[in-house]
């Protein structure tokens, strides 16, 4: 499974950002898809995971602000980020689980004035 992000970039607070990732290769199955995000020198955290089965999960500090949305059709999951906050700066990956986890090269979102 390779998995590709687009939509990152320079926001100012208060902002909006659209992200999107396309699923190729053997994409059967999959079972679980979302967005992790990482800070240099801190640990990948969760941002937000749609599941197969409809069940969504989003970190509390997004939660109101962020929306994940997944086409299975399309193999593709978006996540809306509205109201952004310094702190929402970091490296955004997409993110896949098919029995194995799979990741995507990850994309920039810097918020800042």
């Known amino acids: 499974v390779q998995l590709v992000e687009s939509g990152g970039g320079l926001v100012q607070p208060g902002g909006s950002l659209r992200l999107s990732c396309l699923a190729s290769?053997?994409?059967?199955?999959?079972?679980?898809m979302g967005w992790y995000r990482q800070v240099q020198g801190k640990q990948r955290e969760l941002v937000a995971l749609?599941?197969?089965?409809?069940?969504?999960n989003y970190a509390e500090s997004v939660k109101g602000r962020f929306s994940i949305s997944r086409d299975n059709a399309k193999n593709m999951v978006d996540l809306q980020m509205n109201s952004l906050k310094f702190e929402d700066t970091a490296v955004y990956y997409c993110?896949?689980?098919?029995?194995?986890?799979?990741w995507g090269q990850g994309t920039q979102v810097t918020v800042s004035s």
């Open positions: 993110y896949a689980r098919r029995g194995s986890i799979f």
């Open positions: 290769g053997d994409t059967d199955s999959i079972v679980t």
């Open positions: 749609s599941r197969s089965g409809g069940s969504i």
